[in-house]
Structures are given as structure tokens and as C-alpha cells.
């Protein structure tokens, strides 16, 4: 975003009303779009509104107006707009003291949700179980708002959670580019949450009111043209669907559903700001649609977030309503089992799929991964879902995971499914459902390197399937691809002279889109060249996941083995190991000794500045 090369003008500077009034004073801007910059630029709009810059200057807000934002963001005015229309909240009130709260609790009941106004990732979020823990949490929450607000209201917990994206423009066209449900139900940031793309356990009727009240909620928020994101609790029990909140802007989500269909949503809701309308702009990738159609995914789509906690020995590791995840990774695969052991493994914390976690010396996660104490599965952590796998090879059922988790029975017995494949499963099906090699070797008690043998001599190898929006009804220009067991490869190996770069993996503590951006700018470099270019990433936060930067991206994990099944599909003249930071460097020597062509820094280099003992010998022999 900072590059220089990216926009007309580029500053480095403070997002704070005093330097933005004097950027302001300098462009002279006819407008500002609040909406793609997360929760940082819509507070800053507000601002500069409220102080008057916008209208001493003559910049007017598109995307949303200052009202719009207002009534989203001001809990108190968007709960009232809410029922004004007849869509369902949460019971609960607004207060702006602790005196105003303690009049408040008398009409509810133990436990309580305090969620302040404009606030980011759940900020000064909270869950009061009792009394004792209301007043403290009460005015945390008031502190955390800018406008010391708070909305108290009844607990949702264990209730579903699901998200929509939705795209209106000025003529009131509105279309949902998907639906997004969490496998934690409620009382797990959504940004913490293991996520599921399309929706796996509503039924038509459940959808169709959720997609209606979403757009009814644009309306009525005056969300006239761009993104937003709709967020709903359902309950198990009885089916009542309440409205949470909305976002009036692009956010972590909208990058999510972005890659997860194909559908650029900030580039389209820029151009919807600028006044165009959704049946005038093509979709990109087809060349022939409209951005007007809403997209159709025949593919699972998998996000698991990335926490860091060996960072930190004293955190509890217990997620809540506060977002605690560094990054995330995102899978596709033709089913939820696969799609869920690919995103295990992407996510470079040791794991080769749904399975747990390789003991390692200090680190907090491993009691709570391994922990076969079935009360510790009423807490969501970073592994949660390899405890239940354990549950399930300990006898548990089904019913009982269920009635302590809260995590829905279709989950479950995906889960309970992946479990009971054994050493006598053929490959083809264990394949099919994610394992990798590394896994099916443990399984049948042989080397990978075994297993891979035997499966290609077998024919059992991985087809390369294409996101086009669409489901294969119109033919792709610009596909991106991901890996399946399956008939059909729906792609041909690239023709010309063509360079793979492997991308950094999920964003973590000490590795960021620092080494995206280095990913992008080799992309540039070899272009000018007349290279084709080759990705190969798992992370949908990034650029380098976007389906127009390079001639190929392969949503994949970054992995040895789903590395090299793309190197042998297509043969490119060259592979960059050395933008991606520590992601593929670990499996440098691997893919060299595979006979993959690296390129660029060798192996043998990498290897003697990453090894500290054979640096050391170099510098001693340097006198250094």
C-alpha cells in the first residue's frame, strides 16, 4: 500500500486528523473513501468530519456517509434501526456509566456481553458471568469506546455465528458474495474462529431470511454504495436469528470471501463509490459476466487463524469475544475433510493435517492440544479441534462433544469421519479426504517418501481445480487454482518460460507481509523480463494472493510435498525460494534434493547462514 509506484501520490505519515488536514490542505482531494481502511479509516473520517475539515475543505465521504457510519458503528442507533425494521437483536440496552449499568442488569440475566462502540477486533469486549466481575468489566468497556459507550446485552453464547458479505451500489442493486459460518459458535471472535465458506448447516429458508435481512440492514443503514459485512447468531434450539453488528466497510472478512470466491470486493466497491453500478463493471475473472452475478463456489473453503502463544508462557490460551490470532491461513478442497487437513497444515505450527500437535520443548499449546480431559473441551483454544479428534478415538459420541463444545453435530462427524480412516483405507480415498503423505505413512507405518512412491506408480496423484466465480459455467480467464483427488484436471501447464516464487505463509510474530511485498516486487521484476509467474501461497490477507498479480496462483499450503506435486505438474524453468522468509527456506534442501531447479540464493548458501554453527565457523575463519 505504501509502495510509491501504487498511487499518484504516496504518504508516510501519521493517520491522525492534524496530518491528514494538512495532506488534505496540500491535494485539495474531491473525496475520501473511509471504507476500504479498516476500522482506522472510518474513525479517522468520523473525525475529520466532526471537526469540520470535510466541509472547510469541500471533500465529500463516498462509499459511506458520515450518517451511515454513525448509525453502524453507534451501537445505540443501529440496535433502534435494527428493530425499527423488524430485524431481531439481541435483548439488552446502552450505557454510558456504571451507574446507568447497575440499572440496566435488573432485566437481565447472568452472563451478560459488554461490547463497546467503535472499537477493533473486540476491544474492551468482555463476558460477565456474575456480578463481581460486571462493574470492572463494565468500565473497561467504557474506557476502550470513543464515545465511552457500551452495549450490555444477553448472552449468545453457544448460539451459531454466521457473516455475510454484501455489495450494494447506487442503484440499489444488492447481491451477498458469501455466506461465512464459524465452526466455534458465539463467544469466540469471529477473527479467532475456525470459519467454514459457503455456510455447511443452514437450511434454504434460514439463508434466505439471513440474505434479506443483510440487505434490508444496507438499506436501512444507508450503506448506499460498496461492502459491508452483516454478522448473525442463530440458536440451535429454536432457530430465532438475531442481527450482531455490522461493518460499513471492507474488513478481515471481506479479504477472506475475496479470495475464497474470487470476487475482488474492495476493487469492486471502490468503483461502486465512484458511481458506477454492478451491471456496468465485467467480472474479472470470467470476461464475460457481470460483477451484478453473485458467485457460485462448487469447493470448500477452510480458514484457521494463526495464534502465537509459545510467545507468550503466561497467556491462557482461552480464546473469547477479545481477538487474540497473529494471521490466518485459508484451504480449498472439493470437501470439508479436505479442505480442513490442508489448512492444518498450512499453518506451520508442526502439523501435517488434523492431527496433534509433535511434542516440543516449552511450548504452552502442546498440554492444551494433547489434554484428553474432556472439561477442557468447554474452552475454545488455538487446538481445540484436535482435542475433539482425541475425544473421539477416547469413545466419545457425537452428542456428547456436542453438548460440551456447542460446535454443531455436521462438524462433528466430519471429524468423527477423518477418525476412523485406518491402515487398511486405500489411498485414493485417504487422499481425497486431505491426509498427506507424511500422515498416511504414520498410518501405515511407512516413510513418506515410500508412500509417494507407491501412490504415483498407482496413478493416485493431485488434479488442479480452478475459482472462477461461476462453478464452471463459463470458462475462466484468469483462474486460480487449488489442489483435489479427482478425475479431471480443469487446467494445462503454463506454456512459455516461467518462474514459481513460494510465498510466506500465514502472517506470525517475526514474519509478516514484509516478505509479501518482496514476493510482489520479484513477480514485477521477472515480468519486466517476460517471465510467466507462478504463486504459491496460503495466505488470503496478502497481495500475493491475488488472482490478477501473477499468470498462475495455486492457493496451497506451503508445504514440501503440495510444493513439489506443483513443480512436476508444471515444470517451471526455475523456483525462488528466498522472498518468502522462513516458510520455504525449511523446505529449500528438500525440493533441491527432489531435483527441483532453485534458483536464485542456493540452498547450500541458505543452509550456512540459517545453520548459527556453520555461520559461526565462516565468520571465525573470517576473523569476524
Partial sequence: MTDPDLADATYIEPITVDYVTEIIKKEKPDAILPTVGGQTGLNLSMELFKEGVLDKFNVQLIGAQEDAIDKAEDRERFKKAM????????????????????????????????RPSFTLGGTGGSVAYNYDEYQ?????????????????????????????????????????????????????????????????????????KMRNDAILCLRTIGVETGGSNVQFAVNPDDGRTVIIEMNPRVSRSSALASKATGFPIAKVAAKLAVGY????????????????FEPTIDYIVTKIPRFDFEKFPTASGHLGVQMQSVGEVMSIGRT??????????????????????????????????????????????????????????????????????????????????????NESSGLIELKACGYSD?????????????????????GVVPVYKVVDTCAAEFEAKTPYCYSTYDNENEIDPINGKKIMILGGGPNRIGQGIEFD????????????????????????????????????LYFEPVTFEDVLNIVEFEKPDGVLVQFGGQTPLKIANLLEKAGVPIIGTSPKSIDLAEDREKFGQILNKLKV
Fill in 83 to 114: 428493530d425499527h425494521v423488524g430485524i431481531d437483536t439481541a435483548q439488552g440496552g446502552f450505557v454510558h456509566s456504571w451507574e446507568e449499568a447497575q440499572g440496566l442488569i435488573n432485566d437481565l440475566h447472568f452472563p451478560v456481553i459488554i
Fill in 136 to 208: 470492572p468489566l463494565v468500565e473497561n468497556g467504557l474506557n476502550a469506546s470513543p464515545i465511552n459507550e457500551v452495549l450490555v446485552e444477553e448472552s449468545l453464547l453457544g448460539w451459531k455465528e454466521f457473516e455475510l458479505e454484501v455489495i450494494r451500489d447506487k442503484a440499489d442493486n444488492a447481491i451477498i458474495i458469501c455466506s461465512i459460518e464459524n465452526i466455534d459458535p458465539m463467544g469466540v471472535h469471529t477473527g479467532d474462529s475456525v470459519t467454514v465458506a459457503p455456510a455447511m448447516t443452514l437450511s434454504d429458508k434460514e439463508y434466505q
Fill in 277 to 292: 453500478t454492478l451491471d456496468e463493471l465485467p467480472n474479472d475473472i470470467t470476461g464475460k459476466t457481470l460483477a451484478a
Fill in 336 to 421: 470439508f475433510k479436505e479442505s480442513l487437513q490442508k489448512a492444518f497444515r498450512s499453518l506451520e505450527v508442526g502439523l501435517d493435517g488434523l492431527e496433534p500437535k509433535p511434542i516440543a520443548e516449552g511450548d504452552p499449546d502442546v498440554e492444551r492440544a494433547r489434554s484428553l480431559d474432556m472439561t477442557t473441551l468447554r474452552f475454545a483454544t488455538a487446538f481445540r479441534l484436535l482435542k475433539i479428534r482425541e475425544a473421539f478415538i477416547q469413545g466419545q459420541s457425537i452428542e456428547e462433544i456436542h453438548d460440551i463444545t456447542g460446535i454443531d453435530p455436521w462438524f462433528l462427524f466430519q471429524i468423527q469421519e477423518l477418525v476412523n480412516l
Fill in 438 to 458: 507424511k500422515q498416511i505413512g504414520r498410518l501405515k507405518n511407512k516413510s513418506s517418501d515410500v508412500i509417494r512412491d507407491e501412490r504415483i506408480k498407482k
Fill in 517 to 552: 511485498y518482496c514476493c510482489v516486487q520479484a513477480v514485477f521484476g521477472l515480468q519486466d523480463l517476460d517471465y510467466k509467474t507462478i504463486m504459491v501461497n496460503c495466505n488470503p490477507e496478502t497481495v500475493s494472493t491475488d488472482f490478477d498479480l501473477v499468470d498462475r
